[in-house]
């Protein structure tokens, strides 16, 4: 099971981004992409990784940070095995690597510590310059 995060780069505030996380290999034991919440955080230099957004399974709940509540959309297509967050109005305070996560969890409740989710992809850097 591989999770791969794309999309990353250099964009000067204000400006925005949009990264993808693909969902390929075996799958994760006998289920499916859309048995799985989907979640992105990200760390900072010198800092702690730290939850920025999660989607559900069906798509229908999301939950962000406050950090990035307004500016950020996360979203899926589960035909596609993909997971994406749309990153507007971005700031200096928004660099840093972002990871794409999932949570086996159709529960309706939307995670957001490192531990409850299972599969972590690489990571795509992000930098906004000011």
């Known amino acids: 099971v591989q999770l791969q995060a794309s999309g990353g780069g250099l964009v000067q505030a204000g400006g925005s981004l949009r990264l993808s996380c693909a969902a390929s290999?075996?799958?994760?034991?006998?289920?499916?992409?859309?048995?799985?919440?989907m979640g992105w955080f990200r760390q900072a230099p010198g800092k702690e990784r730290e939850f920025v957004a999660a989607i559900s399974w069906s798509g229908r709940t999301t939950y962000y940070a406050d950090s990035v509540k307004g500016r950020f959309t996360i979203s899926r297509d589960n035909a596609k095995n993909t997971v994406t967050l749309q990153m507007n109005s971005l700031k200096p305070e928004d660099t840093a690597v972002y990871y794409c996560?999932?949570?086996?969890?159709?529960?309706?409740?939307?995670?957001?510590?490192?531990?409850?989710?299972?599969?972590w992809g690489q990571g795509t850097q992000v930098t906004v310059s000011s």
């Open positions: 290999g075996r799958t994760y034991s006998d289920y499916s992409f859309s048995d799985y919440s």
């Open positions: 996560a999932a949570d086996y969890n159709q529960s309706g409740t939307l995670n957001r510590l490192e531990y409850q989710y299972e599969f």
